[in-house]
């Protein structure tokens, strides 16, 4: 069975420029949820979806958007890039809330 | 005080070695407990799930106390492979969110 597909695998952008990630879940599995880990730290979470609903949310700035589509997909936004969001954005798929799968992440460089 | 907190180490063990990772968390109304495991550059892989009644798998063992908010990891006959960095994490209903520790990294050496 395909885990959880994550695109691009990494990416470089400039300040002030715009970002999209992209995010496939696991099959049958209807929650995303989308972390961001920088280097030395634990994933934080930034946004939780479930059945195309914001479920949940973290302590980030309105510049981090995200949404889900009817196939449970999910894109992860992010406009005006800082130095600071360089890192590596994770996505994690669920059929319940709770134990989460993890895809193999998006690596960011803002430069 | 953080939501989460680890010993960020390096555990620096010799094959074959029993360590023991602890880690406490902050709220009392966390729901789900769980170890993740994450090897260099890679993504966090479930490792298990952590009961009130203490669970095992193979040779990890997971404990919750959940009067002392306290939960811990106990690898034994420790394997060159099990070097990594493994993550605690609590996961809270009111926002539905996991939440991880900066995680401790073991190092198993020959």
């Known amino acids: 069975d395909a885990g959880v597909t994550q695109s691009p695998t990494h990416l470089i952008k400039t300040r002030g420029q715009h970002v999209t990630l992209r995010c496939s879940p696991i099959?049958?599995?209807?929650?995303v949820s989308w972390y961001q880990q920088v280097l030395g730290q634990g994933p934080q979470f930034i946004f939780q979806?479930?059945?195309?609903?914001?479920?949940g949310r973290g302590n980030f700035p309105d510049r981090f958007s995200a949404r889900q589509f009817p196939n449970y997909s999910s894109e992860l936004n992010v406009n005006a890039l800082l130095l600071g969001d360089s890192a590596l954005y994770l996505c994690?798929?669920?059929?319940?809330?709770?134990?989460?799968?993890f895809g193999p992440g998006t690596r960011l460089t803002v430069t | 005080r953080k939501e989460v907190e680890q010993d960020p180490g390096p555990f620096n063990v010799p094959e074959g070695a029993t360590v023991a990772f602890n880690c406490t968390y902050s709220?009392?109304?966390?729901?789900?407990f769980f170890w993740y495991r994450q090897d260099c550059r890679k993504e966090p892989k479930l490792l298990m799930s952590?009961?009130?009644s203490g669970n095992e798998d193979g040779r990890f063992t997971a404990q919750l106390n959940r009067a002392s908010q306290y939960i811990s990891l106990l690898i034994r006959d420790s394997k060159l492979s099990d070097s990594a960095t493994y993550l605690c994490?609590?996961?809270?209903?009111?926002?539905?969110?996991?939440?991880f520790g900066t995680g401790t990294q073991l190092k198993v050496e020959l």
């Open positions: 099959s049958g599995h209807k929650s």
């Open positions: 952590v009961y009130s």
């Open positions: 994490v609590v996961f809270t209903g009111g926002g539905n969110k996991l939440t």
């Open positions: 709220n009392s109304a966390s729901q789900s």
């Open positions: 994690a798929s669920s059929s319940f809330v709770g134990e989460q799968y």
């Open positions: 979806y479930y059945e195309k609903e914001e479920r």
